[in-house]
């Protein structure tokens, strides 16, 4: 029994707290506390036997005087590893404060920073959004001047061409009219002095076979001309169907017609659309006004030109009624003029002149007349103005679409540098935005160093308590233990070696005090067993006074004698159970003295525990808002990017919306120069007809209109001519036939 403490105090040696996990020290914490309260309890029992029992100072034994030096000699070697415990301890809890100092000020600081990181990465968003807003307004605008330029550059192009070739092709025909007109004008002299001649002779003929064989002569040229008349007839079928060759195509010209017109109409729908999106986006796209008012006036010029096609629609169609009655008028001419189409063909062979280019003429100018509506085609003077009048609008109107097109350049390089310039600050963007993701990955890698720091900090202290042990009892000092904390108790062992020295003192007089109480208690227990004795004593005097007088046989001897016995035996067995007793009082005093120790020290290292478990919450919960943050703060940004995406898919649909109705302009657009390429190709035949160079004929078509008002006044006079010859044969048969029958009459 003696052993016991030795034991128990090698046990703590070879086991020490810091191997220990923290359940087995709660266990031990309860076990001790509970033992504690087992040795309070028994404690309060004998002082209050104390207290009814008188106290004998001078009963000590020495074995008990032995125990309390062990005890001690016990004490003082804890005491010394104590010291020498904290005395390690403090410089690693200093350490490890100065750590966690810099810690929670790098800390605040990165905290700070991460408010600074996050209020510009706000920002930084802001601006991206903004930026993007106005680059995709830019890039659509730029687009759609791309379009327009390109097609007005394309309209410049090709009609650049074309006014080329009609000033080569006008420049040829003037020049080949007057070569015709020089030749008719000669021929025109001839035919004056034949027909002269020809009267002359018809009318003062003296010699009748001479008029005879002129007659059968001009009977023969008849029998040519009815010739020649089959002939035309098959020409004038031949006519009849280029005729309806040409009232096909009119009629699939006027299907065109109805076409364009049908695309004026979703021209028109799709510009009031324009319009409407236009209005919408005018706030946010000030900058793209001019833009929007040249494809403005490019959609009216457009109009303009869609109801200028059907208006000569209309007028092809008035002129088609037109062709008809001149063809009516043409075939009732035909049949009167069939004897004078021979000397026609002789003049028209010494003119080059063909029926098929005098068909040719008419039909330039019935074109003419459909093409500006003109209301007398029978002037053509009148019809040739207006045809100047027509292309000298038309160059106007090339002139102010070439000054547009500058205007729209200098516009497109204008937004070209603000692109550049966009361009610049959004990859200044991007190149931001990714540092800041490095950034936030960088921040994110240091909050998981923090954290593994706060984990090993946690582990730390809790080896520091652990390790640390607190002696300071609570009842003797009168008040709460004054290490509540781990630095307050730290701060209380460095303040040097006298507090240690009072501590050692306040511990001896403690050991002094309990030992004291021991004594007591074990003197208390003597005079109990010397009471008891006397008691017996007495007890046994009593009986002998009562038993004797009744019988001194040997027999109440010897039971007397084996009661005595008894008796002895008794009081043996109860110093065995004293001794007994005390050792297991001084066992329990000194475990009661160790669970004390550890207890306190339990009890300090709890509270210090408590204090650093309730700092690293803190920690965490700190760091869980950041987590947090940093959360709401990605899930915002995929938000935003979300956002983003979807406001670029639907501006990219309204763009492919626009660009169709673009393209939808642009074949109503194409549709019209095909027209007016159609009108310029027919201009061309008309020069190639009248015999002029296509390459250098000027923009107005002066000479195209002067050779055919020469044309017209020839035919006007060919005609008269004709009809002057008709009479003047009609007369000479007439008097021929006269003196014919005189002559066979006598």
Not at 470 to 488: R, W
Not at 564 to 571: F, G, M, N, T, W
Not at 668 to 682: I, N, R, T, V
Request: glycine letters at 2%; charged letters at 35%; aromatic letters at 4%.
């Amino acid at each position: 029994m003696d052993c016991d403490p030795n034991i128990d105090c090698n046990r703590t040696t070879l086991f020490s707290p810091r191997d220990l996990p923290r359940s087995e020290i709660e266990e031990r914490l309860r076990f001790y506390q509970m033992e504690v309260d087992k040795k309070d309890e028994l404690i309060r029992q004998l002082t209050k036997l104390t207290a009814n029992t008188p106290v004998i100072q001078h009963f000590r034994t020495p074995d008990a005087q032995i125990c309390s030096h062990e005890k001690l000699e016990e004490i003082r070697m804890k005491v010394e590893k104590l010291q020498n415990t904290i005395a390690e301890n403090k410089d690693i809890i200093h350490e490890k404060n100065i750590t966690i100092s810099e810690l929670k000020t790098e800390y605040d600081a990165i905290r700070l920073e991460n408010v600074d990181h996050l209020k510009r990465i706000e920002e930084l968003e802001n601006l991206l959004i903004e930026k993007s807003h106005k680059l995709y307004s830019c890039e659509k605008s730029e687009n759609q001047r791309d379009l327009v330029i390109q097609s007005l550059q394309e309209d410049l192009k090709i009609k650049t061409t074309k006014l080329l070739d009609l000033r080569y092709q006008y420049k040829m025909l003037e020049e080949k009219y007057e070569s015709k007109v020089q030749a008719a004008k000669t021929s025109q002299e001839e035919l004056e002095k034949y027909f002269k001649d020809l009267a002359n002779l018809l009318e003062c003929e003296t010699k009748p076979p001479s008029c005879i064989l002129k007659l059968t002569d001009i009977l023969r040229l008849l029998s040519d001309s009815k010739e020649q008349n089959k002939r035309q007839g098959d020409t004038i079928e031949a006519y009849e169907f280029e005729q309806r060759a040409s009232r096909e195509t009119i009629s699939r010209l006027s299907g065109e017609i109805n076409k364009e017109q049908e695309l004026r109409q979703a021209a028109e729908n799709s510009e009031r659309e324009i319009k409407q999106e236009f209005e919408k986006f005018k706030t946010a796209y000030k900058r793209s006004e001019s833009c929007i008012h040249l494809l403005e006036e490019r959609v009216n010029s457009l109009t303009q030109s869609l109801q200028a096609a059907r208006d000569d629609a209309m007028e092809r169609g008035k002129q088609l009624n037109k062709i008809n009655e001149i063809e009516a008028m043409f075939q009732t001419k035909t049949n009167n003029h069939n004897t004078s189409e021979q000397s026609s063909m002789v003049d028209l062979e010494k003119y080059h002149w063909n029926s098929d280019d005098l068909k040719e003429i008419q039909k330039f100018i019935d074109a003419m007349v459909s093409w500006l509506s003109f209301s007398h085609p029978d002037q053509l003077s009148s019809l040739f103005n207006a045809i100047s009048q027509r292309i000298e609008e038309m160059e106007e109107s090339l002139r102010q679409h070439t000054q547009v097109c500058t205007d729209v350049e200098l516009e497109l390089n204008d937004l070209r540098e603000e692109r550049l310039n966009y361009n610049s600050n959004f990859d200044m963007l991007k190149e931001r935005i990714a540092y800041l993701e490095e950034q936030r990955a960088s921040d994110g890698t240091l909050i998981d160093e923090l954290r593994n720091e706060r984990d090993r900090l946690h582990c730390h202290l809790c080896k520091l308590a652990q390790i640390l042990k607190i002696d300071e009892p609570i009842a003797e000092l009168g008040a709460e233990i004054l290490g509540d904390t781990l630095a307050l108790r730290l701060t209380q062992l460095q303040q040097g070696e006298t507090e240690k020295q009072t501590n050692q003192r306040l511990q001896i007089s403690r050991l002094q005090r309990e030992l004291r109480e021991t004594k007591d208690r074990a003197e208390s227990l003597d005079l109990q067993i010397g009471v008891m004795r006397r008691r017996l004593i007495d007890a046994q005097e009593n009986r002998n006074q009562t038993v004797m007088p009744a019988s001194s046989t040997p027999m109440t001897l010897a039971t007397s004698e084996k009661e005595r016995r008894k008796l002895l035996k008794q009081l043996e067995n109860v110093k065995v159970l004293e001794n007994n007793l005390r050792q297991e009082v001084v066992m329990l005093k000194a475990r009661l003295l160790e669970s004390s120790q550890t207890k306190l020290a339990q009890m300090s290292v709890s509270k210090a525990l408590r204090a650093a478990q309730n700092k690293i919450d803190e920690l965490g919960s700190i760091c869980e808002n950041r987590d947090n943050e940093l959360k709401k703060l990605t899930t915002e940004l995929n938000e935003s990017k979300k956002h983003s995406n979807i406001e670029l898919e639907n501006q990219n649909e309204e763009l492919q919306k626009l660009r169709k109705e673009i393209q939808h302009l642009q074949t109503s657009l194409s549709s019209s120069q095909k027209s007016e390429e159609h009108l310029l190709e027919f201009r061309k035949l008309v020069a190639i007809y009248l015999g002029l160079d296509d390459e250098q004929l000027t923009v107005p078509d002066y000479e195209i209109l002067t050779h055919l008002d020469r044309l017209v006044s020839a035919n006007q006079s060919q005609v008269a001519n004709a009809v002057a010859t008709e009479r003047a044969i009609d007369l000479v048969t007439g008097n021929t036939r006269s003196n014919i029958i005189n002559h066979y009459g006598r």
